[in-house]
């Protein structure tokens, strides 16, 4: 698990900007209908179709880690924080699970430029994520260099992923002999 270090910053308190309260476990985030809208079907359903939250002024999240939460927050609002090695994986799942394909597209960017970034672990979030631009360029640098990588321990990500990915991966290594 990543170490998460969000500041909840100005989500902690009403503004002029909030119209919701989201409640995460015991804590609360004072958030804009609107601008999670504009990112997210899911919340533009939510808060602005035919659901019970649509009146809410207060709406309870499940099933999410607050602190991720607010890293997502952080990199969808005006002035936003950057993508970091720290956020990446858990602000791609929380963009997966409401739909944001923005945000879902700048993770990948931010992925395929990232070379400190895990090349199995990419490989298995793009799998994961159904991310077909991501995994045909990790595949691409994952055969440049193979036996390197799938032979070092702390790769044991080869072994989690699919019999399709693995077949794209030897497929690779072919056109390369």
């Known amino acids: 698990r990543v170490e998460v270090l969000a500041d909840p910053g100005m989500f902690a308190a009403p503004n002029n900007r909030s119209d919701v309260v989201l409640k995460i476990g015991e804590k609360k985030l004072h958030v804009s209908k609107e601008l999670l809208s504009i990112h997210s079907p899911v919340f533009e359903a939510m808060f602005f179709g035919e659901f019970a939250e649509k009146d809410k002024e207060e709406v309870e999240i499940k099933d999410v880690v607050y602190e991720e939460f607010v890293d997502l927050l952080k990199v969808i609002y005006p002035g936003h924080s950057p993508f970091t090695i720290s956020n990446v994986s858990h602000v791609l799942k929380l ?16 992925l395929q430029n990232m070379t400190k970034f895990n090349i199995m ?36 990500g080869y072994k989690k992923l699919s019999n399709a990915t693995k077949a794209m991966m030897c497929d690779r290594i072919m056109h390369l002999v």
């Open 95 to 110: 963009s997966d699970r409401f739909q944001m394909k923005g945000v879902i597209e700048h993770c990948v960017i931010y």
């Open 121 to 156: 672990k990419k490989l298995l979030l793009a799998e994961q994520y159904n991310l077909q631009k991501l995994k045909v360029g990790a595949l691409f640098y994952l055969t440049k260099d193979f036996r390197t990588i799938v032979s070092t321990p702390s790769n044991d």
